[in-house]
Antibody, heavy 123, light 111 residues
Framework: EVQLLESGGGLVQPGGSLRLSCAAS????????MSWVRQAPGKGLEWVSA????????YYADSVKGRFTISRDNSKNTLYLQMNSLRAEDTAVYYC????????????????WGQGTMVTVSS | NFMLTQPHSVSESPGKTVTISCTGS????????VQWYQQRPGSAPTTVIY?????PSGVPDRFSGSIDSSSNSASLTISGLKTEDEADYYC??????????FGGGTKLTVL
């Protein structure tokens, strides 16, 4: 069974840092691009960042560029999101999502989602 | 920037058919595939349509997707509505400058 399991969320003060992880299982992790998508309380979905299957290409939304870093460890089947200089507006549930295409290139369409991890930025 | 616009909410009775629209702001919505995601209250999104009209395994054929180039819009149609279909539905596509774009979401009420 294909599964994605996020972890690492929590309460952090403005200006602080947090590292999210997404453990993948049930598929050949390195063959698929992966993304982080967030959802602020009561709001819609917002794409945050993506990384190609090899990890050689990364993509960011303007709202997080320069503050967040996406990475992956294909030997551990794990996706990461390093979040620095956190702001109140970064408060959201963060989902990892798998591209449906096995090309390993980022196509920006998802077939599997994790259950999410909550990040709260507040003093 | 490219945007996708959805109605805020729709409602219909069990057993009926409902269509949710998703209109592109510029260019041709047919230029890139459209996906549709279902999100039940308190749950993560799940994919119900990908590549405009393809259903992942396990998604019933009551769900269908289409593209109308004349109105620059995509549609999700759910037939034989069930109470379990009550959820938020998001359309999504790709844009070369901002990469992934989601519609604002449509709340479907089945009453």
């Amino acid at each position: 069974e294909v599964q994605l399991l996020e972890s690492g969320g929590g309460l952090v003060q403005p200006g602080g840092s947090l590292r999210l992880s997404c453990a993948a299982s049930g598929f050949t992790f390195s063959s698929y691009a992966m993304s982080w998508v967030r959802q602020a309380p009561g709001k819609g979905l917002e794409w945050v960042s993506a990384i190609s299957g090899s990890g050689g290409s990364t993509y960011y939304a303007d709202s997080v560029k320069g503050r967040f870093t996406i990475s992956r460890d294909n030997s551990k089947n794990t996706l990461y999101l390093q979040m620095n200089s956190l702001r109140a507006e970064d408060t959201a549930v963060y989902y990892c999502a798998k591209d449906y295409s096995s090309s390993s290139w980022f196509v920006g369409a998802f077939d599997i989602w994790g259950q999410g991890t909550m990040v709260t930025v507040s003093s | 920037n490219f945007m996708l616009t959805q109605p805020h909410s729709v409602s219909e009775s069990p057993g009926k058919t409902v269509t949710i629209s998703c209109t592109g702001s510029s260019g041709s919505i047919a230029s890139n595939y459209v996906q549709w995601y279902q999100q039940r209250p308190g749950s993560a999104p799940t994919t119900v349509i990908y590549e405009d009209n393809q259903r992942p395994s396990g998604v019933p054929d009551r769900f269908s997707g289409s593209i109308d180039s004349s109105s620059n819009s995509a549609s999700l149609t759910i037939s034989g509505l069930k109470t379990e279909d009550e959820a938020d539905y998001y359309c999504q596509s790709y844009d070369s400058s901002i990469y992934v774009v989601f519609g604002g979401g449509t709340k479907l009420t089945v009453l």
